[in-house]
């Protein structure tokens, strides 16, 4: 025993010795000019996108960038030496290499130059601080290391096809060989990914989030108003979840409403059905209407249903002055789907958002649509970015062609929600495609911080539909044909708040706005992600025609959404009494 012990750290270090041996080796092998091409890449992936890129983040995205070009080129060369096409070798490949090489470092090193240049370029719309600089190195570093990390895996995947495809040489024709080989590894790759590491992950993620919401955690106590609600409520406090309970127990109260309007207010009705709270889609709808009946919500004059995002977040900067303008006589009803953040929900759950959202609407309206229609409220759909593309997408008006709600007001919707895209089909010639122009305006309009909701429009009809989007907000306009193609929008002429030295670069701006989707939050309020209370503000007003409403009410609103978002509180945080006066 004493012996074998005494070999393992001479094993060991043979084997550590082996290893980098190899690692050096692989290294030493790196192809020159798809690591020329890979630069390239890096250089490209420092211009403007929609949003600004923090250093850490821009380093990764250099890294990968250069990486996939690197293996997309050898691939391309190995196929070209398969079709035994003339291949330059020897001197005339080093001297074809430097001739590459010069043009490469030049516009490598322009690119590293104007780099802060064109951050400042979209920091400066969106009236952020400028930064003197990009931490060059600290890119650099990262995009290196991206790189050998992503190497270093290709490297690992290509011994194992060279070792399937010489065992499968043995048994068969060499050509059947290296495509049964190359399909073998394929589906390696696809079941590690998904059903190994993959699943690691997002099975992380799910309970990560699920912890974040703090379920049956009775530290978030209500306020003593809602004692009584939640004493003859059918739904559980901690079954709501961290979201859903700020929801609740949050928004305007009915005296700082009144303070504010200088009207008598009601005590606008939320009803939020956590996911916990069900097994089913169908279960949770049921609860949810049960306690709308419960709580007389059909005999208020708004009834608003609204679709969460991933966690279940819903925007307050959308329901708290709807409540506010409509005097209180509102009702808000809301069922969770999902623990993930929108972006993962959209990739593991795409279905759970559509069927929740089905489910409630279908519940819902049918309920809705038995009772008399001149004392029944006013029937609205919202959501914001997951949320909106869920209710969007169980908006079916066959079903409501008899006796249609009232509108929607969609925020953020994402670049896969149908009826977005079939809206922006129809836009008339000559419109952008940011801000399309749908037919006279009479059902479908289209709403920005630059655009006045009501502005060359006719009336509206009876159906009022708005989608609220920022030309900034990558969750709208990223589009998977940007791999190759400038998407649609980038084809017109730019918006104020996108950088005018913006412009598509094959494969890099694909992976440019994958990065904005995951920083599309992180910035200013009013770009992006980020939608501002003032927007949805207008929005609703247009589509909601609020009773005694005037343009200095309007006024008044917005300044106390925007003493809320800088004093970082809530609405109702805000002393609404003095914004009255």
């Not at 190995?78 to 005339?92: C, D, E, F, I, S």
């Not at 006024?555 to 006066?581: F, H, P, T, Y």
């Amino acid at each position: 025993m004493r012996r074998i012990a005494g070999h393992i750290p001479i094993f060991g270090k043979q084997i550590a010795l082996k290893i980098c041996l190899n690692l050096k080796k692989s290294l030493l092998g790196i192809s020159v000019f798809p690591l020329l091409l890979g630069l390239l890449g890096y250089g490209a992936s420092l211009t403007p996108s929609l949003v600004p890129r923090p250093a850490v983040f821009q380093g990764i995205l250099a890294g990968f960038v250069a990486a996939i070009i690197y293996f997309v080129t050898c691939a391309g060369l190995t196929a070209w030496r398969h079709l035994h096409l003339p291949v330059v070798t020897g001197k005339v490949a080093r001297v074809l290499h430097i001739f590459v090489a010069i043009p490469v470092m030049i516009c490598l090193g322009y690119c590293m130059f104007r780099a802060t240049f064109w951050q400042n370029s979209i920091r400066e719309r969106m009236g952020m601080e400028p930064i003197e600089g990009t931490q060059a190195f600290l890119i650099f570093s990262l995009a290196v290391l991206t790189f050998l990390v992503l190497y270093s895996l290709g490297e690992v995947i290509q011994r194992l096809y060279d070792w399937l495809r010489t065992q499968l040489d043995k048994v068969m024709p060499h050509r059947t060989a290296n495509v049964l080989g190359f399909v073998l590894v394929a589906l390696i790759v696809f079941v590690v990914t998904r059903d190994g590491v993959g699943s690691y992950i997002l099975d992380r993620f799910d309970r990560h989030y699920a912890m974040a919401q703090n379920l049956f955690d009775d530290a978030d106590a209500p306020p003593e108003y809602l004692n009584t609600y939640l004493q003859h409520s059918g739904l559980d406090w901690g079954r709501m979840g961290a979201e859903g309970r700020r929801f609740i127990a949050s928004g305007p109260r009915a005296e700082q409403i009144s303070a504010f309007t200088g009207r008598n207010a009601h005590q606008p009705v939320r009803v939020y059905v956590g996911r916990a709270e069900a097994a089913t889609a169908q279960l949770r709808a049921k609860m949810a209407l049960t306690e709308l009946i419960r709580t007389d919500a059909f005999r208020r004059k708004i009834l608003v249903v609204a679709m969460p995002t991933g966690t279940g977040w819903l925007a307050p900067a959308s329901h708290d002055p709807l409540e506010i303008m409509h005097h209180g006589d509102v009702a808000t009803v809301a069922v969770q789907y999902s623990y993930l953040q929108s972006p993962l929900t959209l990739i593991t759950e795409p279905q759970s958002g559509l069927q929740q959202a089905q489910a409630v609407l279908d519940m819902i309206y049918a309920y809705w649509s038995g009772l008399p229609r001149d004392s029944r409220p006013k029937f609205y759909l919202s959501g914001s970015s997951l949320g909106a593309g869920s209710s969007m997408n169980s908006f079916d008006m066959l079903k409501l062609v008899n006796d249609p709600i009232d509108g929607a007001l969609w925020a953020g919707p994402p670049f896969l929600s149908s009826l977005w895209k079939q809206s922006n089909a129809k836009r008339k010639t000559g419109s952008r495609f940011v801000l399309p122009l749908i037919g006279d305006g009479e059902v479908v309009r289209y709403a920005s911080q630059y655009r006045d909701i009501d502005e060359n429009y006719a009336d509206w009809g009876r159906l009022r539909l708005v989608f609220l989007q920022y030309a900034s907000d990558p969750i709208v306009f990223y589009s998977p044909d940007s791999v190759l193609r400038p998407p649609e929008w980038m084809r017109d002429d730019l918006a104020p708040d996108v950088s005018p030295y913006l412009q598509h670069i094959p494969l890099v701006t694909h992976f440019q706005m994958v990065v904005d989707m995951l920083l599309s939050n992180d910035v200013p309020t009013g770009f992006g992600h980020n939608y501002a209370a003032s927007d949805y503000i207008d929005a609703w007003i247009s589509i909601s025609e609020p009773d005694d409403w005037t343009e200095k009410d309007t006024a008044r609103l917005k300044a106390a959404c925007d003493a809320a978002r800088e004093a970082g509180c809530n609405l109702e945080d805000v002393s609404l009494i003095s914004q009255s006066q």
